[in-house]
């Protein structure tokens, strides 16, 4: 999620402004957990997570394609990003609900082992393990993309359309708190398939654009799969995108990872001093100065780390 300052003709322009947004409906979504507007939230904005996954993959994939990097090394330079900011955050989530259960008697639910292996210490943190784990999974089919990407492709293609249609069966063999492998698990080919597809269009890759819109369009008239065509076209729309994003845009694109990792702490310190103070968490103005406040607060405290090199890995 963090945002890139090559100047590489292929540089994505549009994905400054997809993490952003994709920041702004995760904080959406989470705020509004204690009331019926989250419903609403899901529908139309759960593209947010699938294209951070995407984007993900797309990037990894563009680079491998470009560069000869073995396995282990490309592995182990995922776990040297990911695993510091992660355990960082996670060890202070648990810190946090360590406290509130000595002070409200609650149990505490987050488990050590779910803690460091699935991101149990906050809701949220799932995202990073998650996409670690699919590093691991798919980095040989990346590899393999150098030397055959039809054979690549065709393999993407088959792969995603198993787990997009086992999605369900998957999740339902999984425990509750793994909802998110069946859900999120076809977003991460998705990204490699976008990737090796504009690595061959190139400079034509808006071409790409024209069909994925005519599926959306098929897709919301029938109502099917709506977090599916939603995902699918912003991503896409995100990468035909030429003109830079505005300097004030690429700022808070920097720090969307932070921002993603830490808003979940702000939202729920703010939730429980409102219930403290008698204010009713299913208003929705309630909600919304939380949503506000929390997201200000968030990107004030990565801005804040982000500007020494000794915190800065924790928030970009």
Known sequence: MNASGTTDPMRF???DALRVAGMLAVIYI???????HVEWGMRYLGFA???FFMMSAFLAQQTILRKNIAFFDWINRKFQ?????YFAWSTIYLAVRFAKSLATGEELESGIFGS????????QLYFVPFLFYNFVLWTGLMRLARRRPVTTTGLLAVSIVILVWQASAIQAGLPANRWFIGTYMAWFPI???FAIVIEQLREKRE???WPILALLVVMLLSDFLNVHAISTVVFALAIVVRRPAPRWLKRLSIYSFGVYLSHVLFIEGMQFVASRLGLNLQSFSVTLGIMVIAGLIS?????LLGQSKWSRWSVT
Do not use: E, K, Q
Request: with cysteine.
């Open 299 to 303: 990107y004030a405290v990565c801005m």
């Open 81 to 85: 990003r990911l695993a510091p900011s």
């Open 49 to 51: 997570v699938p294209c």
């Open 207 to 209: 071409w790409f654009f």
């Open 30 to 36: 989470h705020a509004c957990d204690t009331n019926d």
């Open 191 to 193: 990204g490699m398939l």
């Open 13 to 15: 322009h549009g994905f």
């Open 116 to 123: 460091i292996f699935w991101g149990d210490a906050s809701h």
